[in-house]
């Protein structure tokens, strides 16, 4: 199989599909203005992935760099040591106990998943599949990764992404800890009481400790073993939490973030009385307006949003696409196992629509029915009552499972028998 195009007329999305699902083994080229960038695969799994631009041996050993578990004496040691000796970096420094092991598969890991994800932000480019009989790679330290699982979280995202952005519009910007948190520390587990110590997801813990107002968010996900977006979206939570803030910005007003209460509360003063009276003011203008503005004909944003309203057509997309979402995990699933699953949960016990890659959050949200004796399911979508919404379901006809179960099985034995066949031609 040879495939050649543009990113235009064939997205990177369905390109790894078709080679996932036809397990073939070779190399996709995709050339951009940006890069070239080669993936490798053995039977439709990912197992390496370089770049010309900057080859991979470099951006591993410059990660390990940055994380601090190499020095950079002893990276160009092992780096002239590895030209010598033709072998990969990673075990030329694993030889000589310079790194651990883990070390070393989770920087290998990063680096080509992160790699691959950035290739899903290509606006443009060409590609190129070469089919082969067999592709090297570092099967020691690397473990192939399924093609379902990166187009699963490339899913997600895509989907959360136009949200960061908002807050991260370039890679370049460089933030610091706003006025007030700079001795804060940022803890994933409750490991006592201590007057300065506050409980965030692993994520947050890692990049508070790499932000210093100097570094650029570029510079900090080189630094750490976590994937650009999982770098950007803890960050993307620090600064919603009013505990990051852009390094150019000098605040009017220093105050510490109200989240963390760090800072002991003034004493009262005379003006307490008419900042009272005005706290009551607003808070009265607040319910009068969400009591009376929704049924002001007037209110044309009210308006748009009501149902049949100018924003109803862009809501009612966005949740059609989310239920097509999940239902296309429950055909990866059946592409994977022959069998459709019997309740949603089991995609996740497959790493196929993990819960926290959910369109929103929870198997909960969905309904799957599986109507075995006619082959059909149903998967309809929730209001936000919780109850079930007509208007937003879908039933789809499965394809007989014993013919997908037996055309699994004719192939592993054909592949079997072949083997055998080699095995046989080899002892002749």
Known sequence: MALRGTLRDFSLGEILQLIGYQRKTGILTVEGEEDTVLVSFVEGQVVAVDSVRRPFENRVGSLLVRAGKITPEI?????????????RLGSVLFAHKAISLDDLRRALRTQILNLIYRLFRWKDGRYFFSQESSVDYDSDHFTPVATENILMEAARMSDEWPLIEARIPSPDLVFRRAP????????????????????????????WKLVDGTHSVTEITESTFLSDFDVVKAMDQLIGRQLLVPATRTPAVITTPAALNLAPRPAESSHAVPSVVL?????????FSAMFLPKNPANLLFRAM?????????????????LQRVDRGIELYYLSKGVYPASLAQLNSVSILEDYSLPRGDFGDYRYILRTNDDKYDLYGKTSSGALDPNLSLSRTLDPVSEVASMIKRKRKNDLERNVNVKIDIVK
């Open 75 to 87: 990276l160009n040691r092992a780096l002239e040591e590895q030209k010598r000796a033709q072998q």
């Open 279 to 287: 706290t009551v003011f607003l808070v009265g203008l607040g319910i």
């Open 306 to 322: 009501r149902p049949g309203g100018a924003i109803a057509p862009l809501v009612n997309s966005i949740a059609v696409s989310r």
């Open 180 to 207: 007030g948190t700079e001795s804060l520390l940022l803890v994933a587990t409750e490991s006592g009481e201590h007057p300065g110590r506050l409980v965030v997801s692993p994520d947050e813990a890692v990049v």
